[in-house]
T-cell receptor, first 115, second 115 residues
Framework: GAGVSQSPSNKVTEKGKDVELRCDPISGHTALYWYRQSLGQGLEFLIYFQGNSAPDKSGLPSDRFSAERTGGSVSTLTIQRTQQEDSAVYLC?????????????FGPGTRLTVT | AQTVTQSQPEMSVQEAETVTLSCTYDTSESDYYLFWYKQPPSRQMILVIRQEAYKQQNATENRFSVNFQKAAKSFSLKISDSQLGDAAMYFCAYLGETSGSRLTFGEGTQLTVNP
């Protein structure tokens, strides 16, 4: 079946602009995660959605970052007033309770470059 | 907070030989999962192998096996009969019972396979 998809694959934006990154999880997966992968910080957790529960936003680095998940499926990560330090690869993953340890399946990521 | 440490930023191996990637972690939890993920240049994170902490038997997936030492909090990955396609960045990751399903990643080890 189809895996996790993300769009766009690459995004170049000017400092101060807003960007939206999209994630389509695997159909039927109730959990969705966003991670950020950058040279200086490695792989870090951003936010986690599980079903209809309130999302775990504890990893968001600032209030310029927000995410929503509509209809329990597609998720959008929004970064407002982008800064150069936001340049990174943003990875989305999804999982189901049916897999041990809620095995997370990752998308190919969106590479964001802020100029 | 849990931490994961990979002390080898880079490793290399000759094709058909065996290589071991190291990972240590720190936790006070008794129940958790450990994972090795592979990230090729395509950026897609692929699960290589999973270990459940309550299982004493080391996990094995074809040419990939782990040496899980719970008391020492060590979780190394052994790749046997290395192939050119094994070249990638390898991440060790931790998922604990209080982690809220977020993965905590190590810094990664870049594996080169020489023909």
């Amino acid at each position: 079946g189809a895996g996790v998809s993300q769009s766009p694959s690459n995004k170049v934006t000017e400092k101060g602009k807003d960007v939206e990154l999209r994630c389509d999880p695997i159909s039927g997966h109730t959990a969705l995660y966003w991670y950020r992968q950058s040279l200086g910080q490695g792989l870090e957790f951003l936010i986690y959605f599980q079903g209809n529960s309130a999302p775990d936003k504890s990893g968001l680095p600032s209030d310029r970052f927000s995410a929503e998940r509509t209809g329990g499926s597609v998720s959008t990560l929004t970064i407002q007033r982008t800064q150069q330090e936001d340049s990174a690869v943003y990875l989305c993953a999804s999982s189901t309770k049916d897999r041990p340890g809620y095995e997370q399946y990752f998308g190919p990521g969106t590479r964001l470059t802020v100029t | 907070a849990q931490t994961v440490t990979q002390s080898q930023p880079e490793m290399s191996v000759q094709e058909a030989e065996t290589v071991t990637l190291s990972c240590t972690y720190d936790t006070s939890e008794s129940d958790y999962y450990l994972f090795w993920y592979k990230q090729p240049p395509s950026r897609q994170m692929i699960l290589v192998i999973r270990q459940e902490a309550y299982k004493q038997q080391n996990a094995t997936e074809n040419r990939f096996s782990v040496n899980f030492q719970k008391a020492a909090k060590s979780f190394s990955l052994k790749i046997s009969d290395s192939q050119l396609g094994d070249a990638a960045m390898y991440f060790c990751a931790y998922l604990g019972e209080t982690s809220g399903s977020r993965l905590t990643f190590g810094e990664g080890t870049q594996l080169t396979v020489n023909p």
